[in-house]
């Protein structure tokens, strides 16, 4: 084995240059002080590893980079956990990089003659950041969609070649294929090996001048191998761990809805090391934004780069240290008003949850149809009862009803509502409220409508007299007889949520039935149901069913429903306020028909 | 020279200073200038392509049909519609794109005004306030009234970009869809 080795070495010097790697002079021994510049090389080899496994597997193309990050994550084994380390790691890279250079400040190890070295590790630091930029958008998931656009804007600001380099950036007029391309290229190919020139650099310069001792020296010297590198790999665990746990506690990297340009997203936030430069921007008004996003950042960047410099003079050192700590006080503050502004927002709150709501049931769909379709993604929630229904409830239904005492999609009405709550409308449940006389007239049901609140000389509606006055006397037996009719009624809807209690209540809903058509109850006085009759009252014959719900709200003041009487209800097929499409989508989600 | 009389090993002061330099200085620009022309034609080819879109046809934007003026009654708030296009990106033509957002909101018996919803500031979407009846930017707080202004201390430097409308035959409701610069005072569109 000797023999093997020293026939390589003899061929490569592999132990000179091995010897040269480690035998790295440790004045005043080794310290934990020292371990930052490691923990960074070591966070960047992990980025490396699992950068390039990640690229195998994604595909950049507007409709297959969400769908490939999908695979990896939910189909690939393992595939989580590896994105989770890709991910949290450019997370803790940020402190780390902040820990590196509060060392290198602190010790003084940034002047004369390590200058260069010093302007390397701020070119380091720029690059660090443009990775991550350009990574955010590669899910092409909502967040990553909505926040980079802001950055892309903030681009066109740039005075003379703004607009030119936006649409160098983005490679078209509005973002798609040629965005991710540009942006994938940038963040696995040119900024990598821009990173890894640097590191290089920086590295070999270290060796140079070797390493700032931080004075008074507690121990006698020692040498990097074994001595500082065990503290630098204990450190390396250190971050590795947290990552892991971090990995494991959130169960991976997030993966929102899939970007889409119509769905406004109300919680486009960048990621937290830049929430402060963020915040920023919310000071500066109209065309000062300049100021904000360029002039400024751009000022303190020179003068970071001036401080080796501003270091030779008598004060200086402490000038620097100063502006160092205000610096980081300012970046803490900033990014804490923003975090908390947001906690307190309760819009915003909404849409973060919406739009995890949106990403879940997006995957979940994607997992249980075996795959996307070639559209995309979105096709996939365009075409979904249960994600587009709430929305739909929300903006067409919710000026006047209410979901379960909300609007649809959770939020509360700001003004209170003037037609009945729809939730679990057809039920069992729903009818037998309907028919209470204690509940038909309040806001649940009909007590905002015209037919409780009768325009000057008119009278309540007939069915809400029957309601209130006769009913509260029934015997019995009449009690026994409407129970029986309403379930007959709700068999009618046949919703997917009562299909056992209709099969096995079979006999019930004959009988009731029966007594309907019977008049046993008046009913059929004015509704017609399952028959040739006709009458003032909505024909329930399939209430509450697919069918006849389609033919209700084309035109509620149709003689089979409401005729004149309808109260403010329109008629959302005839004035084409709802596609056919959008029709049943809202239809399938009222009656629970979503599919798994 | 005689290249039979040249020493094994030649050292470069044997010749005579001047010339020595001068065949010194040709021959580090002659490496030079042919390094530089052989990386030139890969570069300009990368270059020429990485600037390619740079040459895309002027954006004017295109006219959708987004809804019937009979679906937006007189008084109601402004209401949000998914604008589709047809459109090309790159190699794949979609019949059908979303590509934004259009607050519709009937002003009376014939006329529609439409707001582009992304926010002049920097493009988020706008959200329609309803408790306080303004045009709210979620990013960095823009805020702009009912008609569209900026409302008090707002980052962004113009209104809200109105878009065109036509009431085409039967009140269908027509909007030229147009996306326009960040960030600036005046209404440049971009595409």
């Known amino acids: 084995m000797k023999a093997l080795f020293d026939w390589l070495d003899a061929r490569t010097g592999y132990r000179g240059l091995a010897r040269l790697a480690l035998h790295e002079h440790v004045p005043g021994g080794a310290r934990w002080r020292y371990v930052w510049g490691s923990t960074l090389t070591f966070a960047i080899a992990v980025q490396f590893i699992t950068g390039i496994v990640l690229w195998m597997n994604y595909s950049a193309g507007a409709q297959s980079a969400w769908e490939s990050v999908y695979y990896t994550q939910e189909v690939l084994p393992g595939g989580w956990v590896l994105r989770g380390i890709h991910h949290f790691m450019a997370q803790l890279m940020v402190p780390l990089l902040v820990l590196h250079f509060m060392q290198v400040m602190v010790d003084g190890a940034y002047r004369a003659p390590r200058e260069v070295n010093y302007w390397f590790g701020l070119g380091l630091l720029g690059l660090t950041l443009a990775i991550s930029l350009t990574g955010y958008l590669l899910p092409w998931d909502q967040r990553g969609y909505w926040s980079t656009k802001v950055v892309t804007n903030l681009i066109s600001g740039v005075p003379f070649i703004g607009d030119k380099l936006q649409r160098l950036v983005v490679g078209d007029a509005n973002y798609g294929h040629q965005t991710l391309t540009r942006f994938f290229a940038m963040h696995a190919g040119v900024l990598p090996a821009l990173l890894v020139l640097l590191i290089v650099g920086h590295v070999a310069l270290f060796r140079k001048h070797g390493l700032t001792a931080k004075l008074p020296k507690e121990k006698p010297d020692a040498m990097f191998w074994p001595d500082q590198l065990l503290q630098d790999f204990v450190a390396c665990g250190t971050v590795i761990g947290t990552v892991l746990t971090l990995v494991w506690y959130f169960h991976g990297a997030e993966l929102g809805a899939p970007a889409n340009p119509a769905e406004p997203y109300s919680a486009a936030r960048p990621d937290w090391y830049f929430m402060a430069l963020f915040q920023f921007l919310k000071f500066f008004e109209g065309e000062r934004l ?55 927002d309760e819009h915003y709150q909404a849409a973060v949850a919406q739009a995890k709501r949106d990403g879940e049931r997006a995957k979940h769909l994607a997992l249980t149809r075996r795959g996307i379709p070639t559209e995309g993604a979105l096709a996939l929630l365009a075409d979904d009862p249960l994600t587009q229904g709430p929305r739909l409830f929300a903006s067409q239904c919710a000026s006047c009803h209410t979901y379960a005492g909300r609007d649809g999609l959770g939020a509360p009405l700001t003004e209170p509502p003037t037609a009945p709550d729809l939730a679990g409308f057809g039920s069992r449940e729903w009818l037998r409220g309907f028919m209470d006389p204690q509940l038909i007239e309040t806001p649940r049901y009909f007590g905002g409508t015209a037919f409780v609140h009768p325009k000057a000389g008119g009278r309540k509606s007939k069915m809400v007299r029957l309601i209130t006055e006769k009913v509260p006397s029934y015997t019995a037996e009449e009690k026994a007889q409407l129970e029986k009719i309403l379930v007959a009624v709700s068999a009618e809807a046949a919703l997917p949520a009562q299909k056992e209690s209709d099969a096995s209540d079979a006999a019930l809903i004959d009988e009731g039935r029966k007594l309907f058509t019977a008049d046993a109850l008046e009913c059929a006085d004015c509704h017609q149901f399952r028959n040739d009759a006709s009458g003032d009252g909505p024909d329930l014959t399939g209430y509450g069913s697919r069918a006849w719900l389609a033919d209700f709200l084309k035109n509620p003041g149709h003689d089979r429903f409401y005729g004149k009487r309808n109260d403010r209800m329109p008629a959302f097929g005839k004035i084409g306020r709802l596609s056919p499409h959008d029709l049943d989508l809202l239809i399938r989600w009222m009656r629970g028909e979503s599919p798994n | 020279m005689d290249p039979s009389h040249e020493p094994e090993n030649p050292s470069p002061d044997v010749p005579s200073a001047a010339s020595g330099d001068r065949r010194e200085f040709l021959k580090s620009a002659a490496c030079l200038a042919l390094g530089g022309a052989c990386v030139l034609a890969p570069l300009a080819a990368g270059v020429t392509v990485l600037l390619g879109p740079l040459s895309s046809a002027p954006p004017d934007g295109s006219w959708v049909n987004l809804t019937k003026i009979e679906a937006l009654p007189i008084g109601a708030a402004p209401r949000l519609f998914q604008v589709f296009v047809e459109r090309t990106d790159a190699w794949t033509r979609h019949p059908r794109s979303a590509v934004g957002a259009v607050f519709l909101e009937r002003l ?30 979620p990013c960095h707080n823009s805020a702009f009234t009912h008609d569209g202004e900026i409302s008090g201390p707002s980052p962004a430097a113009r209104g809200l970009d109105t878009l065109a409308v036509e009431i085409r035959d039967e009140g269908e409701v027509w909007v030229k869809f147009q996306t326009f610069k960040a960030g600036v005072k005046e209404r440049l569109p971009i595409a």
């Open chain 1, 290 to 344: 300049i100021w904000g996003s360029l002039v400024i950042p751009g000022l303190v960047f020179l003068l970071l780069m001036a401080m080796p410099l501003l270091g030779r003079w008598g004060p200086g050192h402490r000038f620097n240290l100063f502006v160092i700590f205000v610096g980081l006080g300012g970046f803490v503050a900033l990014t804490t008003m923003a975090f908390q502004k947001d906690a307190a």
């Open chain 2, 108 to 137: 009376d018996e014939t006329s529609v005004r439409a707001f582009q919803s992304a926010c002049p500031h920097l493009g988020c979407a706008v959200e329609w306030r309803k408790e306080k009846k303004i045009f709210f930017c």
